[in-house]
Structure formats: structure tokens, C-alpha cells
């Protein structure tokens, strides 16, 4: 059902549902528009993440059992702020990119949270788009958050690199 959203909107990148209990399933493209299905791992907690092909048989896995949905920024700024959000920019995790989501959680009758819903697009899609726009023989366009920080560019440039030591985004 995820995938089928997920072309029905094809501007988002990665459409996922996350709940307390915990469970996760959750569907991305990569860098080689291929989909990336991740699902709760049931047995030993944390996610695999299966690359599909077209017909949708998995190419390969991976498995990540540090994953918690949970102690990620777009889940936990969601439930602290009780209702839809825009996140600000973050990077993803699985594949690496800087993505902006709207964010929904929701909750059982008794208002007990029961998760969240994460809506994502990939600010390369914002990249291509600024890309197009021709501004005399050389201009280029950025897009900067009120701090600084580099979120979208006409150069196709990464708003993020890989620390070497950490292999975190910065």
C-alpha cells in the first residue's frame, strides 16, 4: 500500500508509518530510483532494508538493528508537538540525503499516542528544479536557512558531507 502512495505522489521521496509499539514500515527511492522497502525486524528489533526491483522482488538486504524510529528527530519532534508538522531539513539515514516532511502523529481514542506518519521530500528534487532556472550565462541559486546553513543549490553541490571519522552527515 506504501508503494502504491508513494507513485501516486511522485514528488515525495519516502512515505512512512512508525508506531510506539514499536513498529516501522517504510518505503524510499535511492540515488538509483530503485524502491528501498524498510520493516520493523520482529525477531531482533531495528530494520532491514530490502532493495526491490521493478517487479518488486528484493535485490538485496540490509539490516540495521541499532534503528529506532523513536529516538529520530522527525519522530520525536512530531510527538512533542502534538499535531502536523514541517520539519526543518535533516539527513536520512538509509539512503543519505537531506529531506524536508511533513509529519502527522496519531493516537488511539483515549488520546494515547500510537505513532506518526512521515511524509518526505528530497531536497535533490529542489536541486533539479533550480538547476533549470537560467540566470544570465553563470548565475546560480542557493537556498539558505536563516542560519546559514546550505539546503538547496543550483550546482547539483550536496548541502552535507560524510564525516570520515563518525560516517555521520554534517
Do not use: C, M
Not at 539527513?91 to 529531506?99: A, F, G, K
Request: proline share 5%; charged share 20%.
Amino acid at each position: 500500500q506504501l508503494a502504491t502512495q508513494l507513485r501516486q505522489f511522485n514528488q515525495l521521496s519516502g512515505i512512512t508509518l512508525a508506531t510506539e509499539t514499536p513498529n516501522y514500515a517504510g518505503i524510499v527511492y535511492n540515488e538509483q530510483g530503485q524502491r528501498v522497502l524498510s520493516l520493523w525486524n520482529l525477531a531482533e528489533a531495528g530494520v532491514t532494508d530490502s532493495v526491490l526491483d521493478a517487479t518488486g522482488k528484493i535485490l538485496s538486504q540490509e539490516v540495521d538493528l541499532n534503528y529506532d524510529h523513536r529516538r529520530r528527530p522527525w519522530y520525536q519532534a512530531a510527538v512533542k508537538a502534538g499535531r502536523s508538522i514541517w520539519q526543518s531539513p535533516y539527513v536520512t539515514i538509509n539512503p543519505r540525503r537531506l529531506v524536508i516532511s511533513a509529519d502527522q502523529p496519531f493516537y488511539d481514542n483515549q488520546g494515547r499516542l500510537l505513532g506518526v506518519a512521515d511524509a518526505e521530500l528530497s531536497l535533490s528534487n529542489i536541486n533539479d528544479f533550480l538547476s533549470e532556472i537560467h540566470l544570465g550565462k553563470s548565475g546560480q541559486t542557493f537556498i539558505l536557512e536563516r542560519n546559514g546553513e546550505l539546503v538547496a543549490t543550483s550546482t547539483q553541490q550536496q548541502p552535507f558531507q560524510i564525516n570520515p571519522k563518525t560516517q555521520e552527515p554534517e
